[in-house]
């Protein structure tokens, strides 16, 4: 008989760090003085994120905003792991989870495409790593204790993902995956925003990689959500678990809930989801993520049993970095739809809130269609295309002086992907014509060069609007605007969803200058 253990965290909503604060500004010699000169010290230098206590927020804000450099403020708030307490499991019950997916009907590739985990650190004293190949440390590894569910959360998710196969304990989805593993800083109940915004940057440096996320708070925060936007830029694939906040009156958790991040929920044992499981537009995929059994770091009789989204997540995580590892000619966003569309539909048929577009199916994915790729995301916002803002060289432009005419076809998803900016230059002199052909009711603005954002009704933005169309239906919408100016025009074409229930959508677009 197996002595069993429980696992004793629990899941609480995020809270802010009392005094901490962190400031987004416009990169640069003079933002850096101002900050430093308060006390600041920077989070991420590439997208010019810095935290700073409440006093120094004081002083270096006014002098920020008087220059034009401040982008926003906000709490440096405490996000707890997506963990839920766990019960004894059942000696013919261990690894249930590897069997659900299909890992068991495939033999895993090599190391391959990593899998960064981005959590509380790793025990390398645990028998399952201590001699394990393919693993890259990427900050020092703190102090880990088996009894604490918040300091051996990291190796549990780790474990689930990718323990290896050595006779030992458990094996993870992709056991014998590269593993890279970022061990972010505690603060009473979990990691503050900014360690989390350290983690994805560091852990999208090396670009394609599987970057897992098994934490999740309600409150949207502008610094993590560029840090996940930074990090698909850069060509990663994002994957947070959905929460565990569904009897707390099920708000949005994030990161999960950020558009462009595959968002994990939970299921159990007969396929339904689980009690605590966030559910809402924002997740993609189920996976098993109750009584996962974790083994003891040193003696293999004892085990505890670990729930939550915390542990659905990995197991995403994995089958991704799997599936993009036997793929290399895929981009994220590819490797994303054919893990949604080769999932095992189960809970209401189609896409449901509580387990996306189903159970995720490691088999199938790797046999499933490969879809066409999608053309220069992200790109939601006229920040996230233009130079000089959120990226410093911004989107290539669809048309240019030398190239005058394009025809592109694309996707929109509802919340995976609402809004399609793109940079358009119209030559002095000439007509900027577009004819946008949907599958559902979409609708198509041309905003000026100084429009700063597409999401704003306000009387300001709509000053900034050059042309639109917006036709009842499936018809095509033609917008037309001609550059009366003696220089050429960097405009922003928008491509939007206009009283649509379509959860996804596409078009082409034809332009020409």
Same mark, same amino acid.
């Given at each position: 008989?197996?002595?069993?253990?429980?696992?004793?965290?629990?899941?609480?909503?995020?809270?802010?760090?009392?005094?901490? !604060?962190?400031?987004?500004?416009?990169?640069?010699?003079?933002?850096?003085?101002?900050?430093?000169?308060?006390?600041?010290?920077?989070?991420?230098?590439?997208?010019? @994120?810095?935290?700073?206590?409440?006093?120094?927020?004081?002083?270096?804000?006014?002098?920020?905003?008087?220059?034009?450099?401040?982008?926003?403020?906000?709490?440096?708030?405490?996000?707890?792991?997506?963990?839920?307490?766990?019960?004894?499991?059942?000696?013919?019950?261990?690894?249930?989870?590897?069997?659900?997916?299909?890992?068991?009907?495939?033999?895993?590739?090599?190391?391959?495409?990593?899998?960064?985990?981005?959590?509380?650190?790793?025990?390398?004293?645990?028998?399952?790593?201590?001699?394990?190949?393919?693993?890259?440390?990427?900050?020092? !590894?703190?102090?880990?204790?088996?009894?604490?569910?918040?300091?051996?959360?990291?190796?549990?998710?780790?474990?689930?993902?990718?323990?290896?196969?050595?006779?030992?304990?458990?094996?993870?989805?992709?056991?014998?995956?590269?593993?890279?593993?970022?061990?972010?800083?505690?603060?009473?109940?979990?990691?503050?925003?900014?360690?989390?915004?350290?983690? @994805?940057?560091?852990?999208?440096?090396?670009?394609?990689?599987?970057?897992?996320?098994?934490?999740?708070?309600?409150?949207?925060?502008?610094?993590?959500?560029?840090?996940?936007?930074?990090?698909?830029?850069?060509?990663?694939?994002?994957?947070?678990?959905?929460?565990?906040?569904?009897?707390?009156?099920?708000?949005?958790?994030?990161?999960?809930?950020?558009?462009?991040?595959?968002?994990?929920?939970?299921?159990?044992?007969?396929? !339904?989801?689980?009690?605590?499981?966030?559910?809402?537009?924002?997740?993609?995929?189920?996976?098993?993520?109750?009584?996962?059994?974790?083994?003891?770091?040193?003696?293999?009789?004892?085990?505890?049993?670990?729930?939550?989204?915390?542990?659905?997540?990995? @197991?995403?995580?994995?089958?991704?970095?799997?599936?993009?590892?036997?793929?290399?000619?895929?981009?994220?966003? !590819?490797?994303?739809?054919?893990?949604?569309?080769?999932?095992?539909?189960?809970?209401?048929?189609?896409?449901?809130?509580?387990?996306?577009? %189903?159970?995720?199916?490691?088999?199938?994915?790797?046999?499933?269609?490969?879809?066409?790729?999608?053309?220069?995301?992200?790109?939601?916002?006229?920040?996230?295309?233009?130079?000089?803002?959120?990226?410093?060289?911004?989107?290539?432009?669809?048309?240019?002086?030398?190239?005058?005419?394009?025809?592109?076809?694309?996707?929109?998803?509802?919340?995976?992907?609402?809004?399609?900016?793109?940079?358009?230059?119209?030559?002095?002199?000439?007509?900027?014509?577009?004819?946008?052909?949907?599958?559902?009711?979409?609708?198509? @603005?041309?905003?000026?060069?100084?429009?700063?954002?597409?999401?704003?009704? %306000?009387?300001?933005?709509?000053?900034?609007?050059?042309?639109?169309?917006?036709?009842?239906?499936?018809?095509?919408?033609?917008?037309?605007?001609?550059?009366?100016?003696?220089?050429?025009?960097?405009?922003?074409?928008?491509?939007?969803?206009?009283?649509?229930?379509?959860?996804?959508?596409?078009?082409?677009?034809?332009?020409?200058?």
């Amino acid at each position: 008989m197996l002595a069993l253990a429980a696992a004793t965290a629990s899941a609480r909503p995020a809270t802010h760090l009392p005094g901490a !604060q962190l400031v987004g500004v416009f990169p640069g010699a003079r933002a850096e003085t101002i900050l430093r000169g308060a006390g600041g010290s920077p989070v991420s230098r590439r997208l010019g @994120i810095w935290s700073l206590s409440s006093a120094g927020a004081g002083r270096a804000v006014p002098a920020l905003r008087r220059a034009r450099l401040l982008r926003y403020v906000e709490p440096n708030r405490v996000i707890p792991s997506a963990h839920q307490p766990g019960d004894p499991l059942a000696t013919a019950d261990l690894g249930w989870q590897f069997y659900r997916v299909g890992a068991d009907q495939v033999e895993p590739p090599g190391p391959g495409v990593p899998i960064a985990i981005v959590d509380s650190g790793l025990d390398m004293s645990n028998t399952e790593f201590a001699t394990r190949p393919n693993i890259t440390l990427l900050d020092t !590894q703190p102090a880990i204790s088996w009894d604490s569910a918040e300091t051996y959360h990291g190796t549990e998710v780790a474990s689930v993902a990718a323990a290896p196969e050595n006779g030992y304990g458990t094996v993870g989805i992709y056991p014998t995956a590269a593993l890279r593993m970022y061990a972010l800083a505690t603060v009473a109940d979990g990691p503050t925003t900014a360690d989390v915004v350290r983690g @994805i940057t560091t852990a999208s440096a090396v670009g394609r990689t599987v970057i897992n996320l098994s934490l999740a708070g309600p409150g949207f925060s502008e610094s993590e959500y560029e840090a996940v936007m930074s990090a698909v830029k850069r060509g990663a694939l994002v994957v947070a678990a959905a929460g565990n906040d569904y009897a707390r009156g099920n708000p949005r958790d994030y990161p999960g809930a950020y558009p462009h991040v595959l968002t994990a929920a939970s299921t159990g044992k007969t396929d !339904q989801p689980s009690a605590f499981s966030t559910g809402n537009a924002a997740v993609d995929l189920a996976a098993p993520g109750e009584s996962i059994a974790v083994p003891s770091p040193t003696d293999p009789t004892v085990w505890k049993a670990v729930s939550g989204t915390s542990f659905s997540s990995p @197991i995403v995580a994995a089958a991704a970095a799997w599936l993009w590892t036997l793929h290399p000619e895929l981009d994220a966003a !590819q490797v994303e739809e054919m893990l949604r569309e080769s999932a095992r539909d189960i809970n209401a048929p189609g896409f449901d809130d509580r387990t996306g577009y %189903g159970l995720v199916n490691v088999p199938a994915a790797l046999t499933a269609p490969v879809p066409a790729k999608d053309l220069l995301e992200p790109n939601d916002d006229i920040d996230q295309v233009a130079a000089g803002r959120l990226f410093a060289t911004g989107s290539t432009p669809l048309t240019t002086q030398a190239k005058r005419s394009v025809r592109i076809t694309a996707t929109l998803d509802q919340n995976e992907d609402p809004e399609d900016v793109y940079r358009v230059v119209v030559p002095a002199g000439h007509t900027f014509v577009t004819t946008v052909t949907p599958t559902t009711n979409l609708g198509v @603005i041309l905003w000026s060069p100084s429009a700063k954002t597409v999401f704003s009704s %306000g009387a300001t933005e709509r000053k900034t609007e050059l042309a639109g169309s917006d036709r009842t239906g499936k018809r095509a919408e033609r917008v037309v605007w001609r550059n009366t100016a003696r220089k050429p025009v960097t405009a922003y074409l928008d491509v939007w969803f206009s009283k649509s229930s379509a959860r996804r959508a596409s078009y082409t677009a034809k332009i020409s200058t």
